[in-house]
């Protein structure tokens, strides 16, 4: 079970927004550790689509936003477009009593209708 | 531009030890803030966080399988290599490493990644 808990799938027709969320707790992103957003496809290497929660790295389009508030983290997607068809993570970084380290959530799977 | 590649074996039996490396390019780890990473996808399952090693030889693990990773580097060759003891069928997975960039307290992710290795365990 993933210390971050995101919907298991999200999906949506061409050209709808579509959002994903991501609840940690007070050991990461409620103690105010940034969120990320990763989009993956099969076969491929995870590609950074957020970073500290609401910035997109060069080459990212528009239609990918990202926000935090608490405990949680969101991406939203708008102008769903059929390449947008993939698995997304989000990452954060927790502190607890275990130690320290870098946490993924449980991934979740957008279906373009 | 920063790259990096994953190899080591593709299939390795229970109870042995994987060995991978990682070789990198477009920055030092030498580098004051560098760091590499591990992180590995079972089939059907979500990312999972391995080790981490800093330009300073800090390293961190995994708190679940800390006591089975080893991650050490060489900066003359650009290289990082992660060792898991007892290794188990559970352990099949891709295997990723990536750069991890820094952009202020609390904010640390992993920008660029290799294509990853599959690593199956099996007898």
């Known amino acids: 079970q993933s210390v971050l808990t995101q919907p298991p799938s999200v999906s949506g027709a061409p050209g709808q927004r579509v959002t994903i969320s991501c609840t940690g707790s007070?050991?990461?992103?409620?103690?105010?550790?940034?969120v990320h957003w990763y989009q993956h496809l099969p076969g491929t290497a995870p590609k950074l689509l957020i970073y500290?929660?609401?910035n997109r790295p060069s080459g990212v389009p528009d239609r990918f936003s990202g926000s935090k508030s608490g405990a949680s983290g969101s991406l939203a997607i708008a102008g769903l477009q059929p390449e947008d068809e993939a698995d997304y993570y989000c990452?954060?970084?927790?502190?607890?009593?275990?130690?320290?380290?870098?946490?993924f959530g449980g991934g979740t799977k957008l279906t373009v209708l | 531009q920063i790259t990096l590649k994953e190899s080591g074996p593709t299939l390795v039996k229970p109870t042995q030890t994987l060995t991978l490396t990682c070789t990198f390019s477009?920055?030092?780890?030498?580098?004051?803030?560098?760091?590499v990473g591990w992180i590995r996808q079972p089939p059907g399952k979500a990312l999972e966080w391995l080790a981490l090693?800093?330009?300073?030889?800090?390293?961190r693990y995994s708190p679940f399988l800390k006591n089975r990773l080893t991650i050490t580097k060489d900066t003359s060759k650009n290289q990082v290599v992660l060792t898991m003891t007892n290794m188990d069928p559970v352990d099949t997975a891709i295997y990723y490493c990536?750069?991890?960039?820094?952009?202020?307290?609390?904010?640390?992710?992993?920008?660029?990644w290799g294509q990853g290795t599959l690593v199956t365990v099996s007898s």
């Open positions: 090693i800093y330009w300073d030889d800090d390293k």
């Open positions: 477009g920055f030092s780890l030498s580098t004051s803030g560098m760091g």
């Open positions: 990536a750069h991890r960039h820094y952009h202020g307290t609390g904010s640390e992710y992993f920008d660029y």
């Open positions: 500290s929660n609401t």
């Open positions: 007070s050991s990461n992103i409620g103690a105010g550790f940034d």
């Open positions: 990452q954060s970084y927790d502190s607890s009593l275990t130690g320290s380290n870098w946490v």
